[in-house]
Structures are given as C-alpha cells and as structure tokens.
C-alpha cells in the first residue's frame, strides 16, 4: 500500500461501516390533518397584527393536541369564515431522531381550498443524515384541511 493512502484507510473503513443512513423525508407519513382528538386538546384565540389585518385576517383560533404533538392554527375573516390553515406534527423515529410534517392551506372566500403546500422533514444527529422534502397536497388534505378547518371553528377557547 502506497504511504500516502495510510493515514485514509481507517476513517474509510469507519465510513463504510457506518450503520446510519439518511433518514428519508416521507410526505404522508404523518397524521397532520387527521381530526383532533377532544381529550387531549386546548384551542386558545390568536391575536392578529396589523399585516394580517390587510389581508382580510381578523381572528384565529391556535389547536394544540398534545396526544398527537400537534399544532393547528386557523386565521378568519371578519364574517367567520377561514382563510388559512397551518399544521405542524412531529414524530420521534428513534434515539436522536425525528421526524415532522407541515400543511399549510389557503382558502378562497367562499371556503374552498385555493392552495396549499405539504412539507416533511427529518431531523438528527448527525445533521448530514437529515432530509427536507415539499410539494404541493396530497389528494386527500383538501377534504381533511376543510373539515379540521370546521372543527376548529367550533373548539372551545380557553
């Protein structure tokens, strides 16, 4: 063997027999939409600044499941209807691990879906095992992001 290719040979053999693998970043995966559970959920009012204001926002309701590790937030217009939806889940996978999924949906004035985004990430130790993924939703968000939506109209604010 070639001197110069000793001192590489033992951080190669470590690399190789790394066990660890990315993690792979899975939209789906979670059950970010899914109804709220009443057990283990405080629904609390959400103040409004001044730019959301411009955009039409003038109340919000925040949901946080804590069975589920969840957060779910909807922003409304002056007449009670949802103009926005945001949903955040996280999952630990195993030691150092973790993973999360985002939703966030825009409805248009008469309450129907407009748009929305759909987001995984992992997250560990080491960082370089870690993963971001994001498209748009799933086919099955649009009915599920309308109902949490109307369900969380309806949540008890403390």
Known sequence: MHPFLRPLLLPLLLLAANPLQAQ??????????????????VCRALSVNAELRKRGITGGVMAQDSGARRLVSIGT????????????MSDSTGPKRSEMESVSVRFDAEGRVQAGTHSAMTGGTPARLSEDRRGGLLPSDTAQAVALAAALLKCKVR
């Open 77 to 88: 217009t002056s007449s009670g209807r949802v103009r926005t939806l945001h949903a955040l």
């Open 24 to 41: 792979a970043a899975r939209i789906g995966r979670l059950p970010v939409l899914a109804p709220m559970r009443a057990a283990t959920t």
